[in-house]
């Protein structure tokens, strides 16, 4: 039973090209190109994390020193897009395989010293949708961009964006999701005072919470993202 389960994981871990990278962000306009204001990658940059309470699972990086990395600056409140592809080809038909179908995450967090405690706030998810399907579904049939929000009213300052796709194809099995996690270094201007609560990333995600050990089929509608919920309209 036990190989039984391991096995597809290991073929699919052999899959490099299916798997997933935040390669670029475009702000204003702007596209910043290939790793620009993102967290250094791994040496395999697309593989995925699967340990929940891996030290990998905030940026999937083991370099957290935030002046590893620029900064990238963006109007409270305005629009961005985060740009998924499987490598830095960032081929628009590149985007994950079909077959990880799962959710997508954004969270910010005020950038702190690396050994410091980032303390993430999410103000993005999306699961399964009738008519869209999975968040990936979306993703691949919309060459990978993502559009996020900057909430209107975040204090001016340095954040770090970690967004995620968590992709639940061997979630049945428990410590069987895979987490895509990048993180984008951001200079938020403009907004107002406010500095949601945030929670650990490792820290907060269970191997067994429901979104996470979690079997698609007839009842994907009632699918719960995982990790605490989106602040509220009151802070956008
Ligand atoms: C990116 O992935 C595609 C498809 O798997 C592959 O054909 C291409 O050679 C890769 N490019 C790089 C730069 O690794
Ligand atoms: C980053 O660089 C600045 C300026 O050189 C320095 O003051 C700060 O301590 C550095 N931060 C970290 C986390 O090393
Ligand atoms: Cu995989």
Redesign the pocket.
């Known amino acids: 039973m036990r190989i039984k389960s391991i096995i597809p994981h290991l073929v699919l871990a052999g899959l490099?090209?299916a798997h997933t990278i935040v390669t670029n962000v475009i702000i204003d306009g702007k596209n910043y190109g290939y790793g620009k204001c993102i967290r250094p990658y791994w040496k395999s940059p697309n593989y995925p994390v699967t340990d929940v309470n891996s030290p990998d699972l905030a940026c999937r990086t083991s370099n957290m020193d935030p002046n590893a990395t620029d900064i990238c600056p963006v109007k409270a409140g305005s629009k961005m897009t985060v740009e998924w592809?499987?490598?830095?080809?960032m081929?628009p038909d590149?985007v994950i395989s079909a077959s990880h179908t799962g959710s997508c995450l954004v969270y910010m967090a005020p950038m702190v010293a690396k050994g410091q405690k980032l303390e993430w706030f999410k103000i993005y998810e999306e699961g399964y949708n009738k008519d869209t399907k999975w968040c990936t579904d979306r993703l691949i049939s919309n060459g990978g961009l993502l559009e996020v929000t900057i909430p209107g009213k975040l204090k001016a300052g340095n954040y770090v964006m970690r967004a995620e796709i968590i992709a639940l194809h061997g979630a049945r099995r428990l410590g069987g999701a895979q987490f895509f996690p990048n993180c984008i270094q951001l200079k938020v201007e403009g907004g107002a005072d406010v500095v949601p609560d945030g929670v650990e990333i490792p820290g907060y995600y269970k191997e067994d919470d429901p979104g996470i050990h979690y079997t698609k089929g007839a009842d994907n509608e009632n699918y719960e993202v995982p990790g605490p919920n989106v602040i509220g309209a009151e802070d956008f």
């Open positions: 490099v090209s592809h499987r490598n830095k080809s081929n590149d």
